[in-house]
């Protein structure tokens, strides 16, 4: 998202207003074995027209385990490189606050000036830290914003599956609820439905059974790259493929809303627990608090 490279008034930018935004953010040559510093800030923030010339998506949508494997290996770098820049970013904020407290017209046009550039450096942070993780790694940004489309879509239907799932359990419950109103009935006993009554129960059961099962079968290559991500690390959870998913979405790092000072000890613990989930996932084991066996690998 563009931010402005300056800001809008001589105004000290609210505190909370910058721990939101950064709540929001989010193989070729390259460096495997990556650190935060070894990311290059002045390369562009978005995926280049030569990056994108030379990715081309495969017609079946469906994902490669080495392409998993190098968008965790990205999404790990990023949170690294997230978590030093919003330092530096933290520290510049408190430093206008504590300028504020001065009072003066100096310090008014200091903190604009200081306000512009946090805001620039933010932006450049929060648009730019996947992009970037993915070249320093030597993966084509193209095709890693592609993987973590896919990503997403894989969070979205494990969401859903669990309500799709009942659905057709519902169905066959009502069904066989009304089945077996129509044996008693037969045999004499009064259940207080007529046979309308036990017709329109089978026909709704039917509808909720009909609209689950498209449901699910739309999911297409959702389905097959949860497939693959079942074959590639077994003793991952859905509900951990459902956090790796989401989280890395186009927002990036957004389930973290309380992505806070570095001297918060408790966002910092939660930003621990929220990345550990990744590591998990690429070391194919389960995560503490996610320990529930797959919905379905069949």
Not at 70 to 86: I, P
Not at 180 to 197: F, I, K, P, S
Request: glycine share 10%; with cysteine; net charge negative.
């Amino acid at each position: 998202m563009p931010f402005p490279a300056r800001a809008p008034r001589p105004a000290l930018l609210p505190a909370g207003l910058l721990v939101l935004a950064l709540a929001a953010c989010g193989g070729g040559d390259g460096n495997a074995d990556a650190r935060p510093e070894d990311v290059d800030m002045d390369t562009p923030i978005a995926v280049t027209d030569e990056e994108q010339a030379k990715f081309r998506a495969p017609a079946d949508s469906v994902l490669t385990p080495a392409q998993v494997e190098a968008y965790l290996k990205t999404s790990l770098l990023q949170f690294d490189l997230v978590r030093r820049e919003s330092a530096g970013i933290h520290a510049q904020v408190t430093e206008m606050e504590e300028r504020e407290k001065k009072g003066g017209a100096l310090s008014g046009l200091r903190n604009m000036m200081a306000a512009g550039q946090t805001l620039y450096r933010m932006g450049d942070m929060l648009g730019g830290s996947y992009v970037r993780s993915a070249r320093t790694l030597g993966h084509n940004p193209a095709e890693m914003e592609w993987v973590r489309e896919r990503m997403v879509e894989v969070a979205g239907y494990v969401a859903m599956k669990p309500m799709y799932e009942a659905a057709a359990k519902s169905a066959a419950e009502l069904r066989a609820q009304a089945e077996e109103m129509r044996r008693l009935r037969a045999g004499g006993q009064e259940t207080g439905y007529d046979e309308d009554d036990l017709r329109q129960m089978i026909a709704s059961a039917d509808r909720m059974e009909a609209d689950a099962k498209t449901q699910m079968e739309a999911a297409g290559a959702v389905k097959a790259n949860l497939d693959v991500l079942h074959r590639f690390r077994p003793a991952v959870t859905d509900p951990m493929w459902g956090t790796v998913g989401f989280a890395g979405g186009t927002a990036g790092l957004v389930t973290l809303t309380g992505l806070g000072s570095p001297q918060d000890a408790e966002s910092q613990s939660k930003f621990d627990e929220f990345r550990r989930v990744y590591e998990d996932a690429l070391a194919n084991r389960v995560s503490q608090g996610m320990e529930e066996s797959p919905v379905s690998q069949e």
